[in-house]
């Protein structure tokens, strides 16, 4: 089983800042995600791994910690990207509304 305690923090400020962060930090980062957002990266992570039907395949998936890492790092880049695009889209929506209210 992967555990983060076992990667040196040292090598990667990234997991150096996680672990120091507040585990209610970390879940207000996560619950602020849009359904959109955690679908994406739902599909996205399936799409990965593969998806086969749980009812007819025990799925086991064995992997190192490089690897995992890569994952991680991917979902991660992807909720940023998306989390961007969000906020741009939102921005664009709202310059929209006041352009459309100026003519």
Not at 89 to 97: E, F
């Given at each position: 089983?992967?555990?983060?305690?076992?990667?040196?923090?040292?090598?990667?400020?990234?997991?150096?800042?996680?672990?120091?962060q507040?585990?209610e930090?970390?879940?207000?980062?996560?619950?602020?995600?849009?359904?959109?957002?955690?679908?994406?990266?739902?599909?996205?992570?399936?799409?990965?791994?593969?998806?086969?039907?749980?009812?007819?395949?025990?799925?086991?998936?064995?992997?190192?910690?490089?690897?995992?890492?890569?994952l991680?790092?991917?979902?991660?880049?992807?909720?940023?990207?998306?989390?961007?695009?969000?906020?741009?889209?939102?921005?664009?929506?709202?310059?929209?509304?006041?352009?459309?209210?100026?003519?």
């Amino acid at each position: 089983m992967f555990n983060v305690d076992d990667l040196n923090a040292s090598d990667n400020p990234l997991l150096s800042y996680l672990k120091n962060q507040p585990p209610e930090v970390l879940s207000e980062l996560a619950q602020s995600a849009s359904p959109e957002v955690k679908q994406i990266i739902a599909h996205n992570v399936q799409s990965l791994l593969g998806v086969l039907p749980p009812r007819q395949f025990n799925v086991e998936i064995t992997t190192n910690h490089e690897n995992l890492a890569g994952l991680i790092g991917s979902a991660m880049m992807t909720g940023y990207f998306l989390k961007q695009m969000e906020l741009r889209m939102s921005l664009d929506q709202s310059l929209g509304a006041v352009g459309s209210l100026d003519s």
